[in-house]
């Protein structure tokens, strides 16, 4: 069994903008289940259960929420000034070369973009935690992220070439690309536009899935896609819309493959009409929820802009 990247090791984080951090703090800890794990006078990390030292980063912007970028753990040291390489060979930039790391959880960074200004930071010897004891009910770690493409083989293609990810399977609207054995941790979202479509946060079973969704609706938050279990990658789903169309996804039971797996393409994924999931019980994704998966753009990856 290969690492599927040779450089990347995992997905560990997402980078936001937010409009109102008191607002997201209150979502992301009392609602949705994560704790803060550092404050800073701007911004706010917080950790789910297991080891990543923080999975979400929120910084008080004004305006609509952004995406600032996507954290990836990096295999090695080695890996970071591999990828400064490629990525510009891929024909993106890099924005911040190999370096250490000055925000909570530390560790040595490099910040690229790639050509159409998504932004990926890649982290070696970042902090961890060991005290991983599972909490009910709670987030665990993130599952994936999931980056709509008006150009989805540009993307796929830098994914490929600056961070040697593999794809596993496309279907007509996403293509899933892995860098360990879950099934994916970036997608691709095939679409007309560059947004972030969505944040996966991994439960421990199915039971906690739903339960959450529960937990959401009592809040106000109504599920917007779900509960169903998805084609590629077989994981179960609750999607909602959070504060400022920022959406996020409850997921477990995310399939675990090693280079035996066979890739997909769209002709093996396609469903009868009327279904959008394996199990056949799901309601098409809300309109609502379409609209918000457009919203949440990236940050300019120009340094000077």
């Not at 796929?156 to 892995?178: E, G, N, P, Y």
């Not at 009592?218 to 917007?224: M, R, S």
């Not at 309601?283 to 753009?297: F, H, I, Y």
């Amino acid at each position: 069994m290969s690492h599927a990247s040779s450089l990347v090791s995992a997905l560990r984080s997402v980078a936001l903008n937010v409009p109102d951090l008191v607002l997201a703090e209150d979502f992301f800890t009392r609602i949705w289940g994560l704790s803060v794990v550092a404050r800073q006078d701007q911004a706010l990390y917080l950790r789910a259960t297991g080891a990543d030292h923080h999975v979400l980063a929120l910084h008080q912007r004004a305006g609509a929420a952004q995406i600032r970028h996507v954290t990836l753990r990096a295999r090695s040291r080695q890996a970071l000034d591999l990828v400064a390489v490629a990525a510009v060979a891929a024909g993106g930039r890099v924005l911040s070369a190999p370096g250490p790391l000055q925000e909570p959880g530390g560790g040595t960074a490099v910040t690229v973009a790639d050509p159409h200004g998504r932004i990926f930071q890649l982290v070696f010897g970042d902090a961890q935690h060991t005290d991983t004891t599972p909490r009910p009910d709670a987030p665990i770690r993130l599952a994936h992220a999931v980056l709509n493409s008006h150009d989805v083989e540009a993307t796929q293609a830098f994914l490929a070439s600056a961070l040697d990810f593999s794809l596993s399977d496309k279907t007509r609207i996403m293509a899933f690309m892995r860098c360990n054995s879950d099934h994916h941790s970036i997608a691709v979202g095939i679409t007309d536009n560059d947004a972030l479509n969505h944040i996966a946060f991994v439960m421990s079973d199915i039971d906690a899935v739903m339960r959450g969704g529960g937990r959401m609706r009592d809040a106000g938050y109504g599920i917007e896609w779900g509960p169903g279990r998805h084609g590629p990658g077989n994981n179960v789903f609750n999607y909602f819309v959070g504060p400022f169309d920022v959406v996020v996804e409850y997921t477990a039971d995310v399939e675990q493959i090693d280079d035996s797996y066979v890739t997909g393409q769209p002709g093996d994924w396609t469903w009868p009409p009327g279904r959008v999931d394996r199990w056949g019980i799901s309601q098409p994704p809300s309109g609502r929820l379409k609209e918000a998966q457009r919203t949440v753009r990236f940050v300019d990856a120009d340094p000077a802009g």
